[in-house]
């Protein structure tokens, strides 16, 4: 691949246009394709049938009042090999994210990364909200640093090396390239069709790269994920094993009466199923962090959306999971 993956890579920058929002972060991690990323596949394998091969972000991934710019030149270096003329140009987008300032990385017309910057400023007192061409600036230009640095791995390099990975010490997700780590998945930097779920984006944005910059097979795990912890005596045995989405409740329930006659307690390690017995012992495991609890079945639920269990606020925060809402997770079923 050398000198051909990203050869001529250049940016696109509509620095006129701020205000049409990308989608808004979801709490449904379930739907994100995780590791094989199936709506970016397809959309790769329709535009790389395009005959033309500077096409932009196609019409459904870009907001309609976005109007892209002339691409600017001079912005990344360019490369006289032109084999993979799908890879030529890379578009940057700023544009407004909810009420902050944003900017979206296209490869291929696919979106793969979207930086977030600080708050919007209110125009008028109808508190329509505008950036102000700094602000997109400072965003574009991490994008170009991100996209410069791409090329060089790219140019010297396999694309098999890309990988998502948890940085233990600094308890955070990252994009990487073999050693070097490209971007921090964090609320700066997310999956542009976000899961809410840093382990989920690191590892749909490291599948994407992979796929269109080398066609090389998604990754089905983030490296780095401790192991879930295996059943010791004073749990017990596995006696089941299933897998699925996973949610919780808390402070509109606390204090009521719960399915088994027990209070509910959203402190408490406890969980609803629909059909486990009432006081069965579970260790469920979030499938993004690798973190484990295990909590007992002392409620009915979820009865909606397709999820398996329904946890307590506290155990929901062991595993990391409060903050995006649902996840998907391994749920081990302790026998005595």
Do not use: C
């Not at 033309?52 to 309609?64: C, F, H, I, L, R």
């Not at 600017?72 to 360019?78: D, R």
């Not at 998945?185 to 944005?205: R, Y």
């Amino acid at each position: 691949m050398k000198h051909s993956v990203l050869g001529g890579l250049t940016v696109a920058v509509a620095m006129s246009v701020f205000g049409a929002p990308l989608p808004s972060q979801a709490q449904d991690s379930g739907n994100s394709g995780l590791s094989l990323d199936a709506e970016a596949e397809y959309h790769a394998e329709v535009l790389s049938r395009s005959d033309s091969p500077d096409a932009g972000p196609p019409a459904d991934s870009v907001p309609s009042n976005l109007e892209p710019a002339k691409p600017e030149s001079g912005l990344l270096p360019q490369s006289d090999d032109n084999e993979n003329s799908a890879l030529d140009t890379a578009t940057v987008f700023p544009h407004a994210l909810d009420a902050r300032q944003a900017a979206t990385v296209y490869i291929r017309s696919i979106p793969v990364i979207t930086l977030v910057g600080g708050e919007l400023e209110t125009l008028n007192a109808s508190q329509d909200k505008v950036a102000t061409p700094q602000d997109a600036q400072v965003l574009v230009e991490r994008a170009n640093e991100i996209l410069a640095r791409l090329q060089d791995l790219a140019d010297e390099g396999d694309a098999t090396a890309i990988e998502a990975r948890w940085e233990k010490e600094a308890e955070t997700f990252v994009v990487a390239w073999g050693d070097e780590t490209l971007l921090t998945v964090d609320d700066d930097a997310i999956l542009p069709d976000t899961t809410a779920n840093p382990g989920e984006d690191a590892l749909q944005m490291a599948n994407r790269l992979r796929r269109l910059l080398g066609d090389a097979p998604p990754l089905a795990r983030i490296e780095g994920l401790p192991e879930p912890v295996t059943p010791t005596n004073r749990l017990g045995v596995v006696s089941a094993t299933l897998t699925g989405m996973a949610s919780w409740y808390g402070p509109g329930f606390h204090g009521r009466q719960s399915a088994s006659g027990e209070v509910f307690n959203q402190n408490a390690l406890t969980a609803a199923h629909r059909t486990l017995p009432f006081g069965t012992q579970v260790r469920v495991t979030n499938l993004s962090t690798g973190q484990s609890v295990v909590v007992r079945i002392n409620d009915r639920g979820p009865f909606s959306g397709g999820r398996v269990i329904d946890l307590s606020a506290a155990a929901a925060s062991q595993i990391g999971l409060r903050a995006s809402g649902v996840g998907r997770v391994q749920i081990d079923v302790l026998s005595p």
